[in-house]
């Protein structure tokens, strides 16, 4: 009489979960929410600029044009004071449109800059987990999965019967022609390439031909995230923006799973 349970074995093994393939929302999909959400709430901040700009004008216009009075009195009789001072007037008035129509065109810049950096902090972010994501990323069980699905099988195991949810995405991987590691995994696993990120970045060498695609682009060492200190600090800034967004966006997370035997 054998007195050993199997099923305790495989309590004790544990269950292993994998996620569906490709993901419901791709590492792709994230990103480009994230630039469309950070790119409208630029744009509500600079109208909120304009109009703060507008009401500093509204306000400046009366004392300006009680400036031009007390001149005009003082320099009655004198004309040589009374146009010396026209001219420091109306110097001071296109001193004054200038700034604030260099203002407006100052913000206008920042907001288009900001909408390139952020689009081409992004492209970095896709172009990085691509090439990382099957190297750094996956776990063992993983791994084989995703060598089955850029092989061309689903890599997803048939579902236990009743799990209609499951049942229903399982096959999705069958007709996808994804290959790329952004288009197949989702927001989960680009929490990984954050905590990851570090190592990642210690292993390119911007001199190495074959380690273009880490870099931004492919445009050489010039656009590397770490070529200089403010570039590093840029990239770091709009990773911690990413970091918030994921947080306050927790319907990008819509990873589906199955067990494993």
Known sequence: FNCYDNSMEKRNKGITMLHVLPATMNIIDVLGQYVRVKKREDLEEFAREQERQREEEEKQQPSMQKSVASDEDTNNGDSHNAA???????????????????????????LKQKKQKRKQFALSIIALVDVSLPLFLLYKEEREQFAKFIGGDD???????????VGDTSGQ??????????????????????????????????????????????????????????????????????????????????GKYFTVE
Not at 89 to 96: E, F, M, P, R, V
Not at 155 to 165: H, Q, T, V, Y
């Open 155 to 165: 890599g997803n195991s048939i579902p236990a019967a009743g799990d209609e949810d």
């Open 173 to 254: 991987g069958k007709t996808t022609t994804h290959k790329r590691s952004s288009e197949i995994y989702g927001a989960e696993h680009l929490l990984r390439f954050f905590v990851k990120l570090p190592y990642i970045l210690s292993q390119y060498d911007p001199t190495n031909n074959e380690a273009e695609n880490l870099g931004v682009n492919g445009e050489g060492t010039d656009t590397y995230i770490l070529a200089s200190e403010e570039q590093s600090q840029e990239f770091a800034d709009y990773l911690s923006e990413l970091t918030v967004f994921l947080q306050k966006n927790l319907d990008c997370f819509k």
């Open 84 to 110: 010396k001072s026209t001219d420091t007037d109306d110097h001071s008035k296109k001193d004054s449109k200038q700034s604030i129509f260099s203002s407006a065109i100052s913000t206008k810049a920042i």
